[in-house]
């Protein structure tokens, strides 16, 4: 997201940083005892002249009552002041040691510390540190590098959008373009979606990671580029959706961890793609179902309960967040629902205390999430200015509507710059970013309001004046009536790094009847237009459209009608 300068100085209080570039992780197949010290070393902001770096030291060795630290720079970078740490420099080489208060550094334990510093030209990062005359990251028997990370590590800008073009899927836009009247979209960026392990190689004539990442090269040039990749293959996928469920099963996390997250590390590792901006969204639909759709509450489900009970979300969404999130030039924005999902009370703590959870297991930490995004392939719309969560009619707050049902957010926008707060507050780390999918949330056309509601009732007040016109925020299945939203863009508001088209408008939702496939996707009522509901969507017809085909395959009903319902219009 855009700061000023400022407001990064602002936040340089805080020792762990955004994510950043990672020089080395222990892998779960390594012991610990191999590995006498790791040094995690992540740029957390850069700019011309400049840029911030925090690091963390985890003594795998015998207990320490002082240590220092030392690497040397390839280019002309000086330490100009630094904090948690005493840092000193001659010619190339720096050392930090400790202050008084943190000498201590048991066995397992870590230390981190922070610091600025200037440099010109490239700003190429250490490969070598040692920790009191030992070379860390590598074991103790003389072995390579635990991790080998990318061929040639970038580094991490503050927001991935911000002067860059962002990739133009070749096979999407082709589909686009061939429908009338879509060459007016057909150019814009949209999500590449890695649902299934076969998608890594390509699935039939169809492209292949690889694929993507060349044809990014060359649409690159001699500017900057943004992919974006939706990672999305966990085990038990979407427990409480069947269009969505996955070909894993819900104990499969062996089979996600080095059949689908290995490889997919593998290939973005490649030197090859190291000038690329790899923006990932990991995992959406999973996390915040255990805390919706689990235990007592109504809404559970019994695939839900198994999934929080096996804890193979939590360990996924942290492997892969670990993973990817050592390859330096790698952006992984985690799935944080939507505001008609987890902006209750009783959903909106607890989903970002389990996101933290994830966001801090299987080797993770919280430096490997450089944001969140929402209404990934939903419908919220993005704000409206037709009423507020702080509107009234005659006394009554409109979170009493049968709409807002008491949420706290009435749109998309609110609930992630809010959202973004309260997952810092959480520990994650103070820049972290939102992205908002504007793919299909313009709800424009005829239908559109112009102005309030009557305020005859609160309910006539919100009814007539939503943009949303969706028969209930819980249905979210090819709805009926939907439009194009924002188009991609970057730094569109405070904490906001982009609004992106992350599901490829015209890709289905679902099957609106049961369709015998190959790729693991269950037929879901909710995509039934004759449907009359589940206690998630307050027992409502679903809204879908009929005569739809799978989810992810094309269909073109839907894509001329978000077209027509545009807002803002094309």
Not at 63 to 78: E, T
Not at 538 to 554: D, F, I, T, Y
Request: with cysteine.
């Amino acid at each position: 997201m855009s700061r000023t300068r400022t407001a990064l100085l602002a936040a340089m209080a805080l020792v762990a940083g955004a994510a950043g570039t990672a020089m080395a992780a222990v892998p779960d197949d390594v012991g610990a005892e191999a590995i006498p010290c790791t040094v995690d070393y992540k740029v957390q902001n850069q700019w011309s002249t400049g840029f911030t770096t925090a690091v963390t030291i985890t003594n795998n060795s015998a207990a320490k009552s002082s240590w220092a630290v030392k690497w040397s720079y390839a280019g002309n970078q000086q330490v100009t002041n630094g904090w948690n740490s005493r840092i000193t420099q001659s010619g190339t080489s720096v050392t930090a040691a400790n202050e008084t208060y943190n000498g201590t550094l048991a066995t397992g334990g870590s230390v981190s510390f922070g610091f600025n510093a200037s440099y010109s030209g490239t700003n190429a990062l250490p490969t070598t540190f040692t920790l009191d005359g030992v070379t860390c990251n590598v074991d103790d028997g003389g072995g390579g590098p635990t991790d080998p990370g990318p061929g040639t590590p970038g580094t991490k800008v503050d927001n991935p959008y911000s002067g860059a073009k962002v990739y133009v899927n070749p096979e999407w836009s082709a589909k686009a373009a061939a429908e009338p009247g879509g060459s007016r979209i057909s150019n814009q960026p949209t999500g590449v979606w890695l649902d299934r392990i076969a998608a890594i190689e390509g699935v039939g004539s169809g492209m292949g990671l690889r694929d993507h990442l060349d044809e990014a090269l060359r649409q690159k040039g001699s500017g900057e580029l943004a992919i974006q990749l939706v990672i999305y293959n966990l085990p038990g996928r979407d427990c409480a959706a069947l269009a969505s469920n996955g070909e894993l099963g819900p104990t499969e996390i062996g089979r996600y961890r080095t059949e689908y997250i290995d490889p997919i590390a593998a290939i973005l590792a490649d030197s090859k793609y190291a000038g690329l901006r790899i923006v990932t969204t990991v995992e959406i639909d999973s996390l915040p179902n255990l805390v919706t759709n689990t235990g007592s509450r109504p809404t559970a489900t019994p695939q839900c309960d198994v999934m929080k009970a096996n804890g193979n979300y939590v360990k996924g969404v942290g492997y892969a967040l670990n993973k990817l999130g050592d390859v330096g030039n790698v952006y992984n924005y985690v799935d944080a629902g939507h505001h008609g999902w987890i902006g209750w009370d009783d959903n909106f703590g607890a989903s970002a205390t389990v996101f933290k959870e994830a966001a801090t297991a299987e080797g993770a930490t919280v430096n490997d999430v450089h944001g969140f995004i929402t209404n990934t392939a939903n419908y919220s719309a993005l704000k409206e200015n037709n009423f507020t969560i702080n509107s009234a009619v005659n006394g009554t707050s409109v979170r009493e509507s049968k709409w807002v049902d008491w949420n706290r957010y009435v749109d998309e926008l609110s609930f992630a710059q809010a959202f973004r707060n309260q997952l810092v507050s959480v520990g994650f780390n103070s820049n972290i970013g939102m992205l908002i999918d504007t793919s299909r949330n313009g709800w424009g056309g005829s239908a559109r309001p112009t102005g309030p509601g009557a305020t005859t009732s609160v309910d006539t007040y919100v009814n007539g004046g939503r943009y949303d016109r969706r028969i209930h925020i819980g249905n979210w299945c090819n709805q009926s009536g939907a439009g194009l939203g924002e188009r991609p863009k970057a730094s569109p508001e405070a904490g906001i790094d982009a609004y992106v088209w992350m599901k490829p408008p015209g890709e289905s939702d679902g099957s609106s009847s049961a369709i015998p496939n190959d790729e693991g996707k269950g037929f879901d009522r909710m995509c039934d237009p004759t449907y009359t509901g589940n206690p998630r969507n307050g027992n409502n017809m679903s809204g879908a459209l009929a005569n739809s085909p799978l989810s992810g395959h094309w269909f073109s009903a839907q894509f001329q009608q978000l077209m027509q319902n545009a807002y803002p219009a094309l």
